[in-house]
């Protein structure tokens, strides 16, 4: 047994945790969870455990497969929020019974690109901030959630189970080893935000998916509920999940350039690829018919592709960093919401980024915030269609994945396509 | 300091775990792959068994070592790499299976020297109301339990238990990690940003950022 193994087992052992929750995520990014108690928790590491491969598909589900999770015990985690009997988490791994990684894996395939782009000596940072609202639990369903506050951008609250909510949220974070840098009210109405501090793709896949349960099981505890639904509320800003991207080359940072001849030509190229190929990747950082109406509505959620130093409604935004402090070099990358694929987008914005360095495209002037530049998809019938002809999706995530992928979301956009709607309704019943 | 006979079929494959041990603070010394179990110089310092001999691949030496009352007391490590493990284990006090990191070599000694040794290996590091359990992995503030991932805990046992040296990220990525993980460098920052937060503000202070240069656990 591997040595991280042997702590895991220690560990369980330790400190009487009576059950392990092997986590993993489907092609869309929802959170699966298989629990194995501890007295099997042994083989499960040394064997994996079967789990139904359709459940991997999501609402397209197809045929059974045999798939196992491969709990990887580096992610090991006792989740702190568990008291008697005390529960852990692993992120998995999935495989085919005969070990190879399985094809519907995102996780996986984010760890194909980040090793291909290990071997071109290059690493990739991620910083994250996403945004989310919280509404009262017991709300009428049928109507749309009411706000809990009048609160706006950075302001303090004197709501005391908001206050109670950012306190416990953050404390579970950091217990779980995910580090906060900041968090503060966003611009809507009951909605917050909470920054993420950078750290390798992977594991801050990992974290995104840990922190929305984590949100969403504190908002639970406290009579609320949280959503990360893209634009829950109709004329008010939508949730957004920024990332801030550093690329290095070895210890060099590629968008630091101490001449201030920004942002230097392979950073130029990797920010160029980003560009170029935004519009066939919108189907996974805008993954639901819903994230459209967040892209729509402007309310600084970036439409266009271009890029600045300043505008606040551009696809990729160039912050200042500190002066001579190679670390703060990054670009935001502003378009993906709070929704998405956490794996899939890291691993699609990696490969553009890519390509654009191994292609050697070129970066276009900096636009003005207002001016032309190409678009991304207005829905998520076009995103997917762009997503489904992509050479870069398909060379990224392989054929299978891109498949599932395609049909999960053809599915949702057809089911959408045949709903009638409150704007169906309100605008055409009796006026028609 | 511990002496550490290694046996190799290759000069290379020993002079490389040599070199490991050596990072680790151990004496090595190389024994010639002539079927003897004595290193072939007859200096003052061969004269002695080793604190530890490190077999590397050849389950009849390590059968003989065992069978020699004069390494009654030797713990013996047997390192083989993966692609030839072929299911014959031989009866040794540890197992490292190749490749592996520093850590886990480290790891390895310890146990093996445990197995033999008894407890008289420093088993908890005590500093102030930090205690790190050495043997059992658990650490705890003020008595109260506090839980880590496998990289965090060792990279906190790593600074605890080499105290008030300044280690560089690069030196720490190879000490812990052992090989180039996705994040190269900064995935020590990342990780020493999260032990402080679970440390706490009593002790997070004493991993102390030597600006330009790494890091020092203070004691």
């Known amino acids: ?432 | 300091m511990a002496d550490v006979w290694i046996y190799s079929p290759e000069a290379g494959r020993g002079s490389q775990m040599a070199s490991q041990v050596a990072e680790l603070g151990f004496t090595p010394r190389l024994v010639e792959a002539n079927g003897g179990l004595r290193p072939s110089e007859g200096d003052g310092a061969a004269s002695r068994p080793p604190d530890i001999a490190v077999v590397i691949g050849d389950e009849g030496l390590c059968g003989r070592l065992r069978d020699d009352d004069s390494f009654a007391d030797v713990p013996i490590l047997f390192a083989v790499r993966s692609e030839d493990l072929d299911g014959r284990v031989p009866l040794t006090e540890e197992l490292l299976i190749s490749p592996f990191t520093p850590a886990e070599l480290e790891a390895r000694i310890v146990r093996a020297r445990r197995q033999i040794g008894g407890g008289d290996e420093v088993e908890t590091v005590r500093v102030g109301s930090l205690e790190v359990d050495l043997a059992t992995y658990q650490v705890t503030v003020a008595g109260e339990p506090v839980d880590f991932a496998y990289k965090e805990y060792e990279l906190l046992r790593f600074l605890v238990t080499h105290p008030g040296r300044v280690f560089s990220r690069e030196a720490l990525l190879n000490r812990v990690w052992g090989y180039d993980y996705y994040g190269g460098a900064r995935t020590v920052d990342v990780h020493v940003r999260r032990l402080r937060a679970k440390l706490g503000s009593e002790h997070a202070g004493r991993i102390k950022t030597v600006r330009g240069v790494g890091y020092r656990f203070d004691l």
């Not at chain 1, 893209?230 to 060099?252: I, Q, R, W």
């Not at chain 1, 709070?338 to 899939?344: E, G, H, K, S």
């Not at chain 1, 914005?349 to 890519?354: C, D, E, M, S």
């Not at chain 1, 001016?371 to 054929?399: H, I, K, Q, V």
Request: proline share 6%; charged share 25%.
């Open chain 1, 1 to 432: 047994m591997q040595a991280d193994a042997e702590y895991v087992m220690r560990v369980v052992e330790e400190r009487g945790v009576s059950f392990v929750r092997l986590w993993f995520v489907d092609v869309v990014g929802s959170l699966k969870s298989l629990a194995v108690p501890a007295s099997e928790l042994e083989p499960a590491l040394l064997e994996g455990v079967g789990v139904d491969g359709s459940a991997i598909e999501a609402n397209a589900r197809g045929s059974e497969r045999d798939v196992y999770a491969w709990p990887d015990p580096s992610s090991f985690q006792v989740l702190p929020w568990t008291t008697e009997p005390r529960a852990a988490r692993m992120c998995c791994d999935l495989r085919t019974p005969d070990g190879e990684p399985f094809a519907g894996d995102s996780r996986q395939a984010l760890c194909r690109v980040l090793d291909r782009a290990a071997e071109a000596g290059l690493t990739l940072q991620v910083g994250c901030e996403i945004e989310f609202f919280l509404f009262d639990e017991k709300g009428d369903p049928s109507r749309p959630p009411t706000p809990l506050d009048n609160g706006g951008y950075f302001d303090l609250t004197v709501q005391d189970v908001v206050s109670d909510f950012g306190r416990r949220a953050i404390e579970h974070l950091e217990q779980v080893g995910i580090p906060v840098t900041a968090s503060h009210h966003e611009v809507a109405p009951s909605q917050h935000e909470i920054h993420l501090k950078h750290t390798d793709a992977l594991t801050m896949a990992d974290a995104i998916t840990t922190f929305r349960i984590i949100v969403k099981e504190v908002a639970r505890d406290l009579g609320l509920f949280a959503t990360f639904m893209p634009k829950p509320l109709d004329g008010l800003s939508g949730s957004g999940m920024h990332l801030h991207l550093s690329v290095y080359e070895g210890a060099d940072n590629l968008f630091f350039d101490a001449q201030g001849e920004w942002p230097g030509k392979r950073g130029g190229q990797f920010l160029a690829g980003l560009l170029a190929h935004a519009a066939e990747t919108a189907a996974v950082s805008n993954q639901w018919v819903n994230s459209y109406k967040r892209l729509a509505a402007g309310m600084e959620a970036p439409g266009s592709v271009n890029w600045t130093r300043d505008g606040a409604n551009a696809l990729v935004r160039v912050p200042t960093g500190r002066p001579g402090q190679a670390d703060t070099a990054r670009i935001e990358l502003r378009s993906p919401d709070a929704a998405a694929n956490p794996y899939l987008l890291f691993a699609m914005v990696l490969a553009a980024g890519l390509r654009g360095i191994e292609r050697g495209y070129q970066l276009g002037p900096e636009a003005e915030t207002n001016g032309a530049a190409a678009s991304l998809p207005g829905d998520l019938g076009e995103a997917t269609a762009l997503f489904d002809r992509s050479d870069l999706a398909r060379d990224t995530l392989g054929d299978r994945l891109c498949d599932w992928y395609v049909a999960n979301k053809r599915s949702e956009w057809d089911a959408y396509r045949a709903t009638v709607t409150d704007f169906d309704r309100d605008r055409y019943l009796r006026w028609l």
